[in-house]
């Protein structure tokens, strides 16, 4: 513990981060009458962090080919030592976060914290939400197995009914008219590389502009 302490000192007389954190984001003054609904917010982000956790380690054994990706989950869940406590810290973590972002996103709502001047803290906020519920789609059909796959395919089968372009994007969606190796493929891709990056940019913007403008008052 004291090696680790040093190591923090010695990095902190160089970079002078302590009393920067400390004074700027710490000791930052919130409203009085503050109440459960105000930690949605922050139940999300940990919940985000432990799915992050618990997808890199899913990814040392996942592998995004039809033929081997459900073996992978298998092998994963009940093969490998606490992975089906990992898989399933995975998937509980992304159900309730679906629920606390909805959740936070009707108090803020109700609390009229989109108001002027945090609008673009709303729309970044609604951007979020939809990267969240991308985040379901393309995790639900990496298992690869058949409830995973008929409902894939329904669901991919809803952006036919979109008017002059619905055609073309389902055939990007699936890489060809039927679910297949590309299908998965570009799935596995959305859900570990593309959906996550563009989640982390959209918070530290959604964050930044918390601590610019502050909690909302409560009713």
Known sequence: ?????????????????????KKKILDKPV?????????????TFFLFLMLTATGYFMTLYYAPLPEQAYHAVYHMTYEI???????GVH???ANLMMVTVFLHMIRVFIYGAYKKPRELNWITGVLLFSLVLAFGFTGYLLPWDQKAYWATKVGTS???????????????MRGGDELGALTLLRFYSLHVIFLPTAFVGLLIGHFFMIRKHGVSTPL
């Open 1 to 21: 513990m004291k090696v680790f302490k040093r190591i923090y000192y010695w990095i902190d007389e160089r970079v002078e981060m302590h009393d920067y954190i």
């Open 31 to 43: 409203p009085k009458g503050l109440n459960l609904s105000f930690c949605f917010g922050g139940i």
């Open 81 to 87: 030592p606490m992975g089906r406590l990992v898989r």
């Open 91 to 93: 998937y509980w973590s």
């Open 158 to 172: 809803m952006v036919r009914t979109v008017p002059f372009v619905g055609e073309y994007v389902l055939k990007i």
